[in-house]
């Protein structure tokens, strides 16, 4: 069994920062790429950021210059940094890891339970 868990989120005022956490844990045999959505009320589930197994990056250009994500493959965990919080950065946020397996048609998909990014004044 695989355990996706995110941590960090919470109500923060404009202009201020969150770091998110992304742990997986279970019996799991190798994690691919791994990536951080959002989903406000109302809205489809977006992509924020993205990073590879070796480290490339990718982050949405809504928040460019303000997320950072970054991983620790030994620890099987997943960062966002979050700086210059906006009221439209309000969301519940979801880990994402791609895995695969021993053999080479083995591909997982798993997904946390969301944290919730509260930014108001």
């Known amino acids: 069994q695989v355990h996706v868990v995110e941590s960090g989120g919470g109500l923060v005022q404009p202009g201020g920062s969150l770091l998110l956490t992304c742990t997986v844990s279970?019996?799991?045999?190798?994690?691919?790429?791994m990536a951080w959505y959002r989903q406000a009320p109302g809205n489809q589930r977006e992509l924020v950021a993205a990073?590879?197994?070796?480290?490339?990056?990718h982050h949405a250009e809504s928040v460019k210059a303000r997320f950072t994500i970054s991983r620790d493959n030994a620890k099987n965990t997943m960062y966002l940094l979050m700086d210059s919080l906006k009221p439209e950065d309000t969301a519940v946020y979801y880990c994402?890891?791609?895995?695969?397996?021993?053999?080479?048609?083995?591909?997982?998909?798993?997904w946390g339970q969301g944290t919730q990014v509260t930014v108001s004044s």
């Open positions: 990073v590879t197994s070796g480290g490339v990056t």
């Open positions: 994402n890891a791609d895995s695969v397996g021993i053999n080479w048609y083995e591909k997982y998909d798993y």
């Open positions: 279970g019996n799991i045999f190798s994690i691919q790429d």
